[in-house]
Nanobody, 126 residues
Framework: QVQLVESGGGLVQAGGSLRLSCAAS???????MGWFRQAPGKEREFVAA????????DYADSVKGRFTISRDNAKNTVYLQMNSLKPEDTAVYYC????????????????????WGQGTQVTVSS
């Protein structure tokens, strides 16, 4: 079992920055992690993923160059640094975990993940 708790969401103006954190507990090694988001009336979509070593990272095209995913395995925490935020980034952001996998394994589809956090709201005003 893995428990995930997100934090760091909030209200920010367009062009601003936020950093989301996801603290994991339970079975945390090895574990691939990802961030997804869901806007009102839309399906949940992939944002970023990182392998358990950090050796492989993937991003959705919509956030490349603006968002950075990272992890600190000593703290069992994954981060999502979000810069140059746009109103279309407004959504509930979810952290997800998939135990196992190789050093360079990342999961890009929501069905590949076994555990989810409760979500944190990010609102970007224009």
């Amino acid at each position: 079992q893995v428990q995930l708790v997100e934090s760091g969401g909030g209200l920010v103006q367009a062009g601003g920055s936020l950093r989301l954190s996801c603290a994991a507990s339970g079975r945390t090694f090895p574990i691939a992690m990802g961030w997804f988001r869901q806007a009102p009336g839309k399906e949940r979509e992939f944002v970023a993923a990182i392998s358990w070593t950090g050796g492989r990272i993937d991003y959705a095209d919509s956030v490349k160059g603006r968002f950075t995913i990272s992890r600190d395995n000593a703290k069992n925490t994954v981060y999502l640094q979000m810069n140059s935020l746009k109103p279309e980034d407004t959504a509930v952001y979810y952290c997800a975990a998939r135990p196992g996998g190789s050093s360079y394994y990342t999961a890009l589809d929501s069905y590949e993940y076994d555990y989810w956090g409760q979500g944190t709201q990010v609102t970007v005003s224009s």
